[in-house]
């Protein structure tokens, strides 16, 4: 009886320790999961950052690489373009350069770099020998020599346009911004978040921050584990503050850059002990029992024999009954321990726990369950069990929890509640049904826990992870998930998908003008008003900045994708209140079919980024359809850049003049500078074959540089040929007003060390340039006007300025756009007009573009002021120009 005591005592020893084990082993991958989330939402963060960095790294290392030879190795030219620059940035990072020497040379902030030597760090030593091939080196954590800050260090190498050596371009950044981030995350204080360098050092981490940044975390099981996989999960002590924790790790694809994110499992031990010390003790009560009781049975056992010979008569006649009621005394004691260990776990539980009879009314309720719903036991016994749940759980929902019931005797799944105030609130649940001797159900019991918290955790990490904080739509992450899912249901139904890239116009003019605060209130009206341009099944995403994507599934006709591209054109054309504000903005959208366009993401979100491209090319405030020629226009683009890159140092780039009449007395009073490029193999190109190409990459500057210094030389020889009043225009693009490109100063610095009068340049621009910068910065535009130089507006009449517009910039000249002079009778009398109204303001007028006697007649007697065209001069030599000058040519 004593091993049948034992072995009774060993089983519920066994079940409990079992069940307490299950409970334990949930909760720690219940804690896992939530790390794995939170390395996912902390290595989107990480990665955004890092690339944003990177951009402007990138920036200023071309913007420097276009430089003129003498300029690009220029401290003074490297803090002026930097200096321009420092207001762009947060105190989070900033840009220095280091020259190839490894001393400082100018920051995009006041830190007194200057003469410090760096050439013993990592982000310089790196790209001397160009083994990163141009890559971006991501350093390990340091403090910063001058500044004295926590840092680590992204850096680019910068070269020449030949690529020789300049220096290094680093981008030192703020370590505490990650530690707020990750701070921020947190939903409670057990969590810890780290960021680690590839190298081992620790470059963020919270909680610690202070004793963890650069620790080697190298002898840890962290790196034990990055050696077999890139991503994992680990139990183990931190090294910094000495709690065990599961950790869950991912390597940054191409970074060297580790996330680290650990729970403390001190709350899933201190509830393991809790319970075992509470089952154990209601376990010893009970063995301590089952001992008493064999005791007794063994001394009541020996009585009996010490009587045998005496009462053996009584004894045999009695002994059945005797063992009978021993048997029924030992099942109603084991009967009545069982049920006080049960009583014990079930008053005890940190889970709150019902028990409802057949018929689905509440029997009664732990302590546990309680404190959850906020009702008594009291309150709750003859209560159906569903009127705690909330209206969220619709009927089908409560048909298959009791069809799944039915059927298995389980269930187990989420399921909301209402609390006694009315909350609502999360419970994961678990139904066993407990069933009588004939197999009836006979009880159901239920275990619940509130993850309410825990839901709404993992649901904002998801948020962050998959939607843009600014306009709330899906971000670039959720909308490749969201394409894929619209092919695959294309594929299913056999209709059609457009897909939509939306580009806003002039954006960047309302960032300079009002402020990046009206600039972040525009792009949350942008993505509202694009969502109520589509469908409700369509999905409107925000890729970056001021793009946007449209997926329009199930298209029944083609007209569906116009309708829809018009009404987005014309509400983002309608005007933007921001505040006391307008805002006046139009945009450029590209259109890609699927599966007629592409088969899969990659080339439908290539080929509606270059119907959107052409849609801008073509005067912007339109839709493209993409066509088949466009990925050709866009490989012959690219390689025309790629030229283009290499056409200055080779000196393939050349200058001729056109001459520019005085039509009162034909002399030769001014010239037009017009570049050309001599292609190795497509020979002499005109600007129109090549400047799209040099604006949209940028080099519209250093040409534009170029262009002036040559035009510079040019007007000394001619001033010094007995024409001291001569003058040369240049043309100014857009595109070198953006940015900071009229860089205005430095052509006056070249012009006084040409001992040059200013007034010797006209600077030639365009209508539609005079509106853009009214729009944004008008200064840029009159800078020039403040410096002496004049100001001639090309193509006039072509656009829309207005009088107020000449009159504000003080414009010196009107050149008539060619197509007038060419139209005849009607065009000439608006010639007339324009000559008219010219002469009322004090402005001059050139036409350009005369061919015939017959034009010349008629613009004299109109009273142009000068002319220029085929009947004068094709462009020529600047060799050419002096000779006519010389001899005193009249045209």
Request: net charge negative; charged share 25%.
């Amino acid at each position: 009886m004593i091993t049948g005591l034992f072995l009774m005592a060993s089983l519920a020893i066994a079940v409990v320790v079992s069940q307490l084990r299950s409970s334990y082993v949930e909760r720690e991958l219940s804690i896992q999961s939530q790390t794995e989330h939170y390395v996912k939402a902390m290595e989107a963060h990480v990665i955004y950052s890092i690339q944003s960095v990177d951009l402007s790294l990138i920036g200023f290392a071309n913007a420097i690489k276009v430089l003129p030879a003498k300029q690009s190795r220029s401290p003074e030219t490297m803090a002026d373009l930097l200096s321009s620059r420092g207001s762009s940035f947060d105190s989070d990072y900033w840009i220095t350069f280091i020259d190839a020497n490894g001393n400082g040379v100018a920051t995009s902030t006041n830190t007194p770099i200057v003469g410090n030597s760096y050439a013993d760090r990592d982000y310089f030593q790196v790209h001397l020998d160009n083994s990163l091939n141009g890559k971006l080196f991501i350093g390990e954590p340091a403090m910063g020599k001058v500044s004295k800050k926590r840092l680590f260090f992204l850096s680019r190498r910068v070269e020449t346009a030949k690529g020789e050596f300049l220096g290094v371009v680093v981008a030192p950044l703020n370590v505490e911004r990650f530690v707020k981030v990750f701070d921020n995350s947190r939903f409670n204080s057990d969590v810890s978040i780290s960021l680690v360098h590839g190298g081992g050092k620790i470059i963020a981490r919270v909680p610690n921050f202070d004793q963890a940044f650069g620790r080697d975390l190298r002898p840890t099981p962290l790196f034990d584990n990055v050696r077999l996989a890139s991503s994992g999960t680990y139990k183990t002590v931190s090294v910094v503050d000495g709690l065990s924790r599961i950790f869950s790790y991912r390597v940054i694809d191409g970074l060297p850059l580790i996330i680290v994110v650990g729970s403390n499992d001190t709350e899933s031990a201190r509830l393991l002990r809790k319970n075992f010390v509470t089952a154990g003790g209601g376990l010893a009560i009970l063995l301590l029992l089952m001992l008493g009781a064999g005791h007794f049975s063994l001394r009541t056992y020996a009585r009996q024999e010490e009587r045998e010979l005496r009462y053996r008569t009584l004894y045999n006649a009695s002994r059945e009954m005797e063992h009978q009621l021993l048997a029924n005394e030992e099942e109603r004691k084991k009967n009545d321990e069982w049920l006080k260990l049960t009583a014990l776990l079930f008053d005890n539980s940190g889970e709150g726990m019902m028990v409802t009879d057949a018929e689905g009314k509440i029997l009664t309720v732990n302590p546990a369950f309680s404190v959850l719903s906020g009702h008594t036991e009291k309150q709750l016994v003859g209560h159906r069990a569903y009127e705690l749940a909330s209206n969220r759980n619709d009927k089908e929902f409560f048909d298959r929890m009791f069809e799944c019931v039915t059927t298995t005797g389980y269930w187990k799944g989420e399921l909301w509640q209402r609390n006694r105030e009315g909350e609502e609130y999360l419970v994961s649940m678990l139904i066993n049904t407990v069933f009588d001797e004939q197999g009836n159900p006979f009880r159901y019991v239920a275990l619940l826990s509130d993850i309410t918290q825990k839901k709404a955790s993992e649901e904002l990490i998801w948020r962050q992870a998959n939607f843009d904080a600014l306009t709330g739509l899906p971000n670039r992450r959720m909308f490749h998930e969201h394409l894929r899912q619209a092919m695959k249901k294309t594929d299913r139904t056999q209709l059609p998908m457009a897909l939509v890239f939306v580009d806003l116009d002039h954006f960047k003019e309302i960032n300079d003008t009002l402020g990046h605060d009206k600039g972040d209130m525009l792009l949350k009206e942008v993505a509202s008003r694009l969502s109520s341009s589509v469908r409700s099944t369509d999905t409107v995403a925000r890729l970056g900045g001021d793009e946007f994507t449209v997926i329009i599934t199930q298209l029944r006709n083609a007209g569906d994708v116009v309708r829809t591209a018009q009404e987005i054109l014309r509400q983002m054309s309608t005007p933007f209140q921001l505040g006391e504000d307008v805002a006046h903005i139009s945009s450029s959208i590209g259109i890609t079919l699927y599966p007629e366009d592409g088969a899969d993401a990659e080339t439908l979100i290539k080929n509606a980024d270059q119907a959107m491209y052409a849609a801008k090319q073509q005067g912007r405030n339109r839709f493209n359809y993409f066509a088949p020629f466009m990925q050709e226009a866009t490989r012959e683009r690219i390689s025309l850049v790629n030229e283009l890159r290499e056409a200055l140092g080779r000196e393939q780039l050349r200058i001729l003049y056109q001459p520019i009449i005085d039509l009162s007395t034909g002399a030769i009073v001014k010239a037009e500078a017009l570049v050309r490029w001599l292609h190795p193999v497509r020979g002499l190109l005109n600007p129109a074959e090549f400047i799209g190409a040099a604006e949209s990459s940028g080099m519209i500057v250093g040409i534009g540089d170029w262009v002036f210094h040559q035009a510079a030389r040019e007007v000394q020889k001619l001033q010094a040929l007995n024409s001291p009043d001569f003058q040369i225009s240049v043309n100014k693009s857009a595109w070198q007003f953006r940015d900071d490109g009229s860089n205005y100063q430095q052509w006056l610095d070249f012009l006084q060390e040409l001992k040059l009068n200013p007034h010797s340049i006209i600077i030639e621009v365009t209508e539609n340039l005079l509106l853009e910068t009214a729009n944004a910065d008008s200064e840029r535009v009159l800078a020039f006007q403040h410096a002496h130089m004049q100001l001639s507006l090309d193509d006039f009449g072509s656009g829309h300025c207005s009088v107020a517009f000449l009159k504000r910039f003080g414009i010196d000249y009107i050149k008539i756009d060619p197509a007038f002079v060419h139209q005849g009778t009607d065009g000439l009398l608006i010639c007339e007009a324009i000559i008219a109204m010219a002469h009322k303001l004090g402005i001059k007028v050139i036409a350009e573009g005369i061919e015939t006697p017959q034009q010349l007649s008629a613009l004299t007697a109109a009273g142009c002021d000068l002319g220029q065209g085929y009947l004068f001069s094709r462009p020529i030599s600047g060799e050419e120009l002096e000779k006519q000058l010389q001899n005193k040519v009249h045209l």
